[in-house]
């Protein structure tokens, strides 16, 4: 079966200092990967998606970018946190080829001071 | 724009009583609805989802949606509620734009049953 794993679980970073959160999925190959955030224990903000090695697309610019060293690992990162990069970040994978559903991770709690 | 709507930000339910948790879209094409529920400080679950055929989807603990293609519609419903259920549920969908792998979430509406 197929699982997908984040950590850490939690963070507290202080403001400027670099960040680098990470998401890997078993059981599957070449799945589209997901990154979000989640403020305040509401909406979800689609941040990046990747449907390849190498190929990352950003919906929101940000102080925030996406890699994807291999297949099934997916790296959100920063060079300087802000304070209003807060949140809980949720990494998901779903199926590449057909219209599959979307699995989510445990999530990543944020915190900037 | 193409959108997906949750008009509720809480919905509180007698436990046993039936449940609605409402969603609306406004995408071009077929849409591919999703309904979601998260546990606090977890990741989200999948609980159903339409695709194509019948309008009334059922899923995972005892919830079911009906996709209304003319009312643009696709709420999430239980017959009998539980306390157990009490989280926060997020309608999706996929697709957007057609094609693609994107998916928009709704705000979520958090149920709360109450004992």
Redesign the interface.
């Known amino acids: 079966s197929q699982t997908i794993h ?1 950590w850490p679980a939690t963070l507290v970073q202080p403001v400027g200092s670099p960040l680098s959160l990470e998401c890997t999925v078993e059981g599957t190959s070449n799945p ?1 990967l ?1 990154w979000y955030r989640q403020a305040a ?4 903000q ?1 941040l990046f ?1 990747s ?1 390849g090695i190498g190929q990352i697309s950003s ?1 929101v610019p940000q102080n925030l970018s996406a890699s994807r060293p291999q297949d099934r690992q997916f790296i959100l990162s920063s060079k300087k946190l802000l304070l209003s990069d807060s949140g ?1 970040y ?1 990494c ?1 994978w ?1 199926v ?1 080829r057909r ?1 599959g ?7 990543t ?1 944020l915190t900037v001071t | 724009a193409q959108s997906v709507a949750q008009p509720e930000d809480q919905v509180n339910v007698a436990e046993g009583n039936p449940l609605t948790v409402k969603c609306t879209y406004s995408v071009s094409g077929n849409p591919y609805l999703f309904w979601y529920v998260q546990y606090p400080n977890r990741g989200l679950q999948f609980l159903l989802k339409y695709i194509t055929g019948d309008n009334l989807v059922k899923g995972s603990y005892g919830f079911e949606a009906e996709f209304n293609k003319s009312q643009t519609s696709f709420h999430l419903k239980k017959p009998s509620a539980l306390v157990s259920d009490s989280a926060l549920y997020f309608c999706a969908v996929r697709g957007v734009p057609p094609g693609t792998y994107k998916y928009i979430f709704g705000t979520g509406t958090r149920l709360k049953v109450l004992a």
């Open positions: 984040q589209n997901y224990g509401r909406g979800l689609l998606y449907v919906e809980f949720l998901a779903s590449r219209q559903d979307q699995y989510f991770g445990p999530g709690r």
